[in-house]
């Protein structure tokens, strides 16, 4: 299985799925998601980022009735910044069916929290302490809910929650069903799962500690509306013989490929929806190098053996550490060395140091090249290709031309004026064509306002 379509979704999910840019079930998704969809207890252990969120998310979304006004799950996670991040992955998988997750946290004006509980939120996403604030307030009620998920448990035994998690578990009906998830299954989660599990099915997903040692990997800090930009300037200022882009969605690999073609790069978009013959000609111009840049999902670019490939580009960061792996793992083969660029945005901090620990290399990071530094490398690149020519020998043709402009004009001014005419210049408000790139709602930019980047405090 992997396709998300096999599993029996409803159109609804299925849909948001689509629009979060998830194409193939991750390992831990696709042994949990089949269990949690009949109502079985589960043990899932998976390091964060591998797409666990989802794997729980889904089944609950998938399961949760509209017609009730009442809570029906409740996900515990050890911090609140963790708990902002799953209750925003929630809210994305159940736009469509119209379904409200809300992270409960310490930090937070508990008054605010409580005005908000009042839109009766089908989802808690919160972290211990301060749930118990809340049922003891009275402001939460647990006794209707249906589905209960520990989000890195071992990290919420390791910070002291024990008993708050047996306290809140012991409000939950015992009709539920529960999941948990660790990177870790130490005895105390066993000893939990025995005490509030029934009959538990475990799954084990370990990361593959996978290297790739002829490839330098950087990384770039950037902000959404900048990437196109800063890519271009990466473009510049490298000039790939061969390069992948990859981006998270078909939407927005068909918008790149439409915004680096008008930007005067050679460039053409690959994805599952493409028809053979379409993606065939785009192969074999990439092949025969008349495109230099493919722009592609992850799933279009799988089983793709191209040599010459210099460069990658994660345009989008992966969702998981395995996605990562296997992009970048398109260049720097044969014995040559390859070049991999990941754009990671403000948000996405965590994700980079998830992919670090399973690749166990830390990812060095690269200052924006400006457009000054791009134009250099258009300049450089110029001068290359003239002096190719000149080794070629092949322009007999033209020096009865090149006597005539040099009687009108110096030397050095004429191949000053032919070098700016070759030469590409960046452009010059790269603003505007950043439009062309899908925006997030006004709705993802409010919740996209926090970094993913916490401390491991307790919360209450």
Do not use: W
């Not at 249906?146 to 809140?168: H, P, R, T, Y």
């Not at 994660?314 to 990941?342: C, M, W």
Request: charge should be positive; aromatic fraction near 6%; proline fraction near 4%.
């Amino acid at each position: 299985m992997k396709s998300f379509n096999e599993l029996g979704l409803s159109q609804y999910v299925l849909q948001a799925i689509s629009e979060m840019g998830f194409e193939e079930l991750t390992p831990i998704q696709k042994s949990t998601i089949p269990i949690a969809l009949e109502g079985k207890d589960l043990i899932g252990q998976a390091q964060t980022g591998t797409g666990k969120t989802a794997a729980y998310g889904i089944p609950i979304i998938e399961k949760i009735s509209l017609d009730e006004d009442f809570i029906q799950a409740v996900v515990l996670t050890p911090t609140r910044e963790l708990a902002m991040q799953v209750a925003e992955e929630l809210n994305r998988i159940g736009q469509f069916k119209k379904t409200r997750a809300l992270p409960i946290y310490g930090g937070q004006d508990i008054n605010r929290q409580i005005k908000a509980l009042k839109k009766k939120p089908q989802i808690i996403v919160a972290t211990p302490g301060r749930l118990l604030d809340h049922m003891r307030r009275r402001t939460i009620r647990l006794n209707n809910v249906q589905f209960c998920v520990l989000d890195e448990a071992d990290e919420m035994l390791n910070m002291g929650f024990v008993e708050d998690i047996e306290s809140i578990l012991g409000e939950i009906p015992i009709q539920r069903q529960t999941m948990l998830f660790s990177a870790t299954i130490p005895k105390s989660i066993e000893e939990l799962a025995n005490r509030f599990m029934k009959k538990p099915e475990i799954v084990r997903t370990q990361a593959k500690e996978v290297t790739v040692p002829l490839t330098e990997q950087v990384y770039l800090e950037v902000h959404e509306r900048d990437k196109l930009d800063i890519l271009s300037r990466l473009l510049d200022l490298n000039s790939p013989e061969l390069a992948i882009i990859f981006a998270r969605t078909k939407r927005r690999v068909d918008e790149l490929g439409e915004a680096l073609a008008k930007r005067g790069y050679a460039a053409e978009s690959i994805h599952g929806d493409l028809t053979q013959a379409r993606r065939d000609a785009v192969m074999k111009k990439f092949r025969e190098g008349t495109i230099e840049l493919l722009v592609a999902t992850d799933v279009a670019a799988r089983g793709l053996d191209i040599s010459g490939i210099s460069h990658v580009f994660n345009f989008d960061i992966p969702q998981d550490p395995e996605s990562y792996v296997h992009r970048i793992g398109r260049t720097g083969r044969a014995g040559k060395s390859g070049l991999a660029f990941t754009f990671v945005t403000p948000r996405e901090f965590n994700q980079l140091r998830n992919i670090e620990n399973v690749i166990k290399r830390k990812i060095k990071r690269l200052p924006t090249p400006t457009l000054l530094e791009a134009f250099r490398g258009q300049q450089r690149l110029t001068v290359e290709r003239l002096l190719q020519v000149v080794a070629e020998e092949e322009y007999d043709q033209y020096k009865g031309i090149a006597q005539e402009l040099l009687e009108q004009t110096d030397s050095v001014t004429l191949l000053a004026a032919a070098l700016k005419m070759l030469t590409k210049e960046p452009v010059e408000k790269p603003t505007l064509l950043s439009d062309q790139l899908p925006k997030k709602s006004s709705r993802s930019k409010e919740r996209n306002r926090y970094s993913q980047r916490g401390r491991k405090t307790r919360n209450r």
